[in-house]
């Protein structure tokens, strides 16, 4: 079944996340309270809302035990911005995974 209603407008975050994703550079943001820092992979709509999927590179500062991809409702993001950081797409990323199908706005090229 496919989500077909239009995804909620983010203006100011949509343009810096889609820039970010095509130059596979990292962003940084606030999301829950605490300071990410993220290797933006794919961006997709869900129930009307707009997803990013993302590795995280940094939280408060300090890298992850281990290497995962999470999703991240665009509008729990706040002081979204492009990093000088780049990053090479995680071999954890599978752009063909069902739930991406007929909602991806922008994928990061592999």
Do not use: C, W
């Amino acid at each position: 079944m496919t989500d077909t209603r239009p995804a909620a407008a983010v203006p100011d975050t949509v343009p810096i996340v889609f820039e970010a994703v095509v130059k596979k550079q990292a962003i940084a943001a606030t999301y829950n309270r605490g300071a990410v820092t993220l290797a933006p992979h794919i961006v997709y709509t869900k129930h009307g809302e707009i997803y990013l999927d993302a590795v995280t590179l940094e939280r408060d500062g300090k890298p992850p035990k281990e290497e995962k991809i999470g999703a991240f409702k665009l509008s729990g993001l706040s002081g979204l911005r492009i990093t000088p950081r780049r990053f090479t797409p995680s071999e954890l990323f599978m752009p063909r995974d069902e739930k991406y199908v007929d909602v991806t706005l922008l994928a990061v090229d592999a």
